[in-house]
């Protein structure tokens, strides 16, 4: 077997309340083709992933938003959720990090409400992109060029609209990692 994303390493910024199977499966996809994938967030312990409204499973912080620099990874992963979306986006730290990414052309895949986060950092602007179809008017309005696709890559930005689009996703964040 061989693993194309040996010494890769990934940076998933989440909150609680990101969807849970958007963070599980690009992990395992990431993790087999042989990158390492640390759970980054606000505050160290724990983090609850949750099954579209309802809590699911718990899973430990890996490091803090203020603990590393985006110069230690080569890619960033943004889950969706409503609740985790909702609370990353105002998060200072968290910005600076998809800034830093953004500004070192590193990937930055975004799923589902995850493109909230990019919004409040001022990084769709130009940028052809999907998402959930709640944030159409959201990426419009910052510039963005929505569109309805399974999976959009513009440059280094990586998208997708839900967790049926997962498989499409994961293989595009590997080609762009693989890059």
């Not at 010494?7 to 609680?16: F, M, P, S």
């Not at 312990?45 to 809590?55: A, S």
């Not at 990353?88 to 070192?104: C, K, N, P, W």
């Amino acid at each position: 077997m061989t693993h194309p994303l040996r010494g890769k390493h990934v940076a998933a910024l989440v909150t609680d309340g990101f969807e849970q199977v958007e963070l599980t499966q690009p992990q395992q996809a990431l993790e087999h083709a042989g990158a390492r994938v640390d759970i980054v967030s606000a505050k160290p312990g724990k983090v609850r992933g949750w099954n579209h409204t309802t809590p699911a499973d718990a899973f430990t912080v890996n490091h803090t938003f203020d603990s590393i620099r985006m110069d230690d990874y080569d890619a960033v992963l943004l889950p969706g959720g409503v609740v985790n979306a909702d609370t990353i986006r105002t998060d200072e730290m968290a910005q600076e990090l998809v800034r830093d990414a953004a500004r070192d052309n590193k990937p930055i895949a975004v799923i589902c409400h995850g493109g909230w986060l990019l919004i409040s950092a001022d990084l769709v602007r130009g940028k052809r992109m999907t998402s959930w179809p709640s944030l159409v008017d959201d990426l419009k309005n910052a510039g963005a060029d929505w569109v309805d696709e399974q999976v959009v890559v513009d440059g280094q930005l990586i998208s997708s609209r839900k967790p049926d689009d997962i498989p499409a996703f994961n293989q595009a964040l590997i080609k762009a990692l693989s890059a």
